[in-house]
């Protein structure tokens, strides 16, 4: 699967953003999709993550009650809605799926084999 992220961009803090990750392949709908971010020197870290069918999801705690991850299999998308943005979310932000769709959803960064390209987040104070 490929993977193409877009709407990233600068905004003030308590802004928001919605972040859509388009993937190809019609295979899409068994991945379990996730969402990282790598600030300028620091390692790529987990944001959220989200089931094949949509039913569950899970998020890195500084961002819970501020993001939502959301997909749509017939569009072959997912998306991260985040509002009150902070300057610390300032990172490329990455997509990126799991061929394994069973079990506990994974949060880190070896779990997951398809990434996207990335797209920036600039969150100015």
């Known amino acids: 699967v490929q993977l193409v992220e877009s709407g990233g961009g600068l905004v003030q803090a308590g802004g928001s953003l919605r972040l859509a990750c388009a993937a190809s392949g019609r295979t899409f709908s068994s991945y379990n999709m996730g969402w990282f971010r790598q600030a300028p020197g620091k390692e790529r870290e987990f944001v959220a993550v989200i089931r094949w069918s949509g039913s569950s999801t899970y998020y890195e705690d500084s961002v819970k009650g501020r993001f939502t991850i959301s997909r749509d299999n017939a569009k072959n998308a997912v998306y991260l809605q985040m509002n009150s943005l902070k300057p610390e979310d300032t990172a490329v932000y990455y997509c990126?799926?799991?061929?394994?769709?069973?079990?506990?959803?994974?949060?880190?960064?070896?779990?997951?084999?398809?990434w996207g390209q990335g797209t920036l987040v600039t969150v100015s104070s």
């Open positions: 990126a799926a799991r061929s394994s769709p069973y079990g506990e959803l994974a949060t880190t960064t070896t779990a997951y084999g398809y």
